[in-house]
């Protein structure tokens, strides 16, 4: 099976890792927005774009979502983040969906999203 690494990041100081990785069988991506200073939805709309792009790579789209996982910095906000999300997987068959609240390594992410598709 062949292990197709997407997006890697080295950073000084940081982690070195790569945002997503695909087979034949799973894509998955997890990131956090590129530009920190937009709004909840904002970020959001990005990674979920970004997210996209990464898919598009491997073969895949946000049609073939599995299962996506949401950390917000919080929760509070989750009214913004819904509204973002309803009009990004409009037209399109939704995945399982799971929100959470989390604190991430850098405290202006507002949102963190891994989602996992189908090839």
Same mark, same amino acid.
């Given at each position: 099976?062949?292990?197709?690494?997407?997006?890697?990041?080295?950073?000084?100081?940081?982690?070195?890792?790569?945002?997503? +990785? *695909?087979?034949?069988?799973? =894509?998955?991506?997890?990131?956090?927005?590129?530009?920190?200073? *937009?709004?909840?939805?904002? /970020?959001? =709309?990005? &990674?979920?774009? &970004? &997210?996209?792009?990464?898919?598009?790579?491997?073969?895949?789209?946000?049609?073939?979502?599995?299962? =996506? /996982?949401?950390?917000?910095?919080?929760?509070? /906000?989750?009214?913004?983040?819904?509204?973002?999300?309803?009009?990004?997987?409009? *037209?399109?068959?939704?995945?399982?969906?799971? =929100?959470?609240? *989390?604190?991430?390594?850098?405290?202006?992410?507002?949102?963190? &999203?891994? +989602?996992? +598709?189908?090839?």
């Amino acid at each position: 099976m062949e292990i197709v690494k997407l997006g890697r990041v080295t950073r000084p100081g940081g982690p070195n890792i790569a945002l997503g +990785a *695909g087979t034949d069988e799973l =894509v998955s991506v997890c990131l956090t927005a590129p530009d920190k200073s *937009g709004t909840l939805a904002e /970020q959001t =709309v990005e &990674i979920l774009d &970004i &997210i996209e792009k990464h898919f598009k790579t491997v073969g895949t789209s946000r049609a073939k979502l599995l299962m =996506v /996982q949401i950390w917000l910095a919080e929760m509070s /906000q989750f009214a913004e983040f819904r509204e973002a999300w309803n009009t990004w997987i409009e *037209g399109h068959e939704p995945p399982a969906l799971s =929100v959470v609240t *989390g604190t991430t390594a850098r405290r202006d992410c507002l949102v963190e &999203i891994r +989602a996992y +598709a189908a090839p």
